[in-house]
């Protein structure tokens, strides 16, 4: 089974997935993608690109399976992990798993687009606001969801909206107090053991402490564990590869939720 | 063993996917009735259970669990009975992905058109200072906004129009993705089916233009397969709205 994994520079969901493979020890090839240039969009060999075009992650990493491509990162990292002969990633009791699912969800709903947002508008903007508009429109055109082509817009183009800025920042911060308020009984990892959700918190959470920093603030059980996640030699190893500074690394992401 | 008690509203959309999940794995379970219509999820009883105010919610024992599809998931895990997850790692990717492009970008474009169309018209008879006291209880300030929005029918037409746009392209993808295989998202029956059908039972009925046995062979074939089996039935014969039993177009032989 040939697998190739296409992922950005190491931050939020590419990061999460680099981080599980590592620790699962599966091998598979990695290919490293310019995300913001829209490389993502014109794989090789993807001969089932559903997930790849539709994925609520936005420009998360895509591995590539007999042509399927397949997205998500909470979903690839149980995928190595369930691949793989090392110690589990995921709680084998069916209501820590649970836990963990709900915690990964929370994450991925309310934490990501809140800090793709954010991420975007702080470094990725300029980028994309300079470059010639045909060579934007080329790249949008192989964008296939109509969604994810206009958050590539707005991002350019649009003015940022205040309220969802300040919005987003709130989720960041609560995100925060969430693992503060977790690991308040001393505990080592968000779910007690090491699992998928310290890597997938780590992702989206750990370049957040510049755009954000208020939000890390006199939380310091939060901050021991982002440095407990970091110099993990899976993490360590993935931010090592960065071509600069892996948390200025950012591409659109999953959207804010529609219903308000 | 612990008792399993399911707080629930009918079998549709969210409260439906683990109403049938345990159903098709036999866990027997004490249903509590949730009349949403009513705003029963809010009130202080069920409060006590689920403080977010959210429908459904299951007790086993001492735990409390929320979130449907991670409800069904545990569900899967936790009792005996048929395995409603694939065996291959890269089905149940495959299972977990399409449940999650269904939960987070379909489900809640159908259930906008579903609000406006079912919820709203049904809810929006009743006393405006009922309605407004009704409204001020609900805890998550988010889930407010989209009740103001649904019982005063304020959708935007610009939003009403993105949801019939994502309806359509959703409807083309599961049509597509039924081509491929027997079940959604893997050879075998798996949450994938259980948690679109909960979402897809009424297609046929509410987007007769888009879905039919002429335009869409394979979503009608899967959502009659899906029909058929034992545990659909028992649970959809728990529904009391006219909104559930529009599932028996299904059992029209051409539609």
């Known amino acids: ?260 | 063993m612990a008792g399993v008690t399911l707080y629930h509203w009918e079998p549709n959309a969210n409260s439906g996917k683990p109403m049938l999940a345990l159903m098709e794995k036999g866990v027997a379970f004490d249903s509590h009735y949730i009349d949403m219509l009513q705003f029963d999820q809010h009130r202080p009883e069920y409060l006590a259970i689920n403080p977010q105010g959210t429908i459904p919610a299951m007790t086993h024992g001492a735990r409390v669990l929320v979130e449907s599809t991670a409800i069904m998931e545990y569900v899967d895990e936790e009792f005996p009975g048929p395995a409603l997850m694939p065996d291959s790692a890269r089905d149940r990717w495959r299972v977990r992905w399409w449940m999650k492009f269904m939960d987070q970008w379909l489900a809640p474009s159908f259930s906008m058109i579903g609000w406006s169309v079912f919820v709203g018209p049904m809810v929006r008879r009743r006393d405006p200072a009922e309605l407004e006291a009704a409204i001020a209880r609900i805890p998550l300030p988010e889930r407010r906004v989209s009740w103001r929005k649904a019982i005063h029918g304020t959708f935007s037409e610009a939003e009403m129009a993105e949801s019939q746009r994502r309806v359509a392209r959703g409807i083309e993808l599961l049509e597509a993705e039924l081509g491929k295989r027997e079940w959604l998202a893997s050879d075998s029956y798996s949450l994938a089916d259980i948690n679109g059908f909960n979402l897809a039972y009424a297609i046929p009925l509410s987007q007769p233009a888009l879905s039919n046995d002429e335009k869409t062979p394979n979503l009608l074939r899967w959502l009659r397969a899906v029909y058929a089996r034992p545990a659909v039935k028992q649970c959809w014969a728990l529904g009391r709205t006219d909104m559930v039993k529009r599932v028996a177009i299904l059992e029209q032989e051409r539609i």
């Open chain 1, 1 to 260: 089974m040939a697998m190739v994994l296409y992922h950005g520079e190491p931050n939020g969901p590419s990061l999460a997935v680099l981080a599980a493979l590592a620790e699962s020890g599966v091998a598979v090839e990695r290919r490293r993608i310019h995300l913001l240039a829209g490389e993502r969009h014109a794989l090789p060999g993807v001969t089932e690109p559903l997930a790849r075009d539709m994925g609520i992650e936005g420009e998360g990493p895509v591995l590539v399976i007999d042509g399927e491509a397949m997205t998500e990162s909470v979903f690839l990292a149980q995928f190595f992990d369930e691949l793989s002969d090392r110690p589990s990633l995921q709680p084998r009791d069916p209501h820590a798993h649970w836990e963990m699912m709900m915690w990964c969800r929370q994450i991925t709903e309310r934490l990501s687009p809140a800090a793709a947002l954010l991420g975007n508008l702080a470094v990725s903007r300029k980028g994309l606001a300079t470059m010639p508009d045909g060579a934007f429109s080329a790249l949008i055109d192989r964008i296939v969801s109509a969604d994810l082509r206009a958050r590539w817009e707005v991002l350019r183009d649009g003015a940022a909206d205040p309220a969802q800025v300040e919005d987003s920042r709130a989720k960041v911060s609560q995100a925060v107090e969430r693992c503060e308020g977790k690991l308040a009984d001393g505990r080592e990892w968000l779910m007690g053991d090491l699992t998928i959700a310290d890597f997938e918190t780590y992702a989206w959470l750990a370049g957040m402490q510049r755009i954000v920093p208020e939000a890390f603030a006199d939380k310091p059980l939060t901050a021991a564990w982002l440095a407990r996640v970091g110099a993990r030699p899976s993490v360590a190893g993935a931010l090592a590869e960065a071509d600069g500074e892996a948390a200025a690394f950012w591409a659109p992401g999953p959207e804010i939720n529609r219903w308000g």
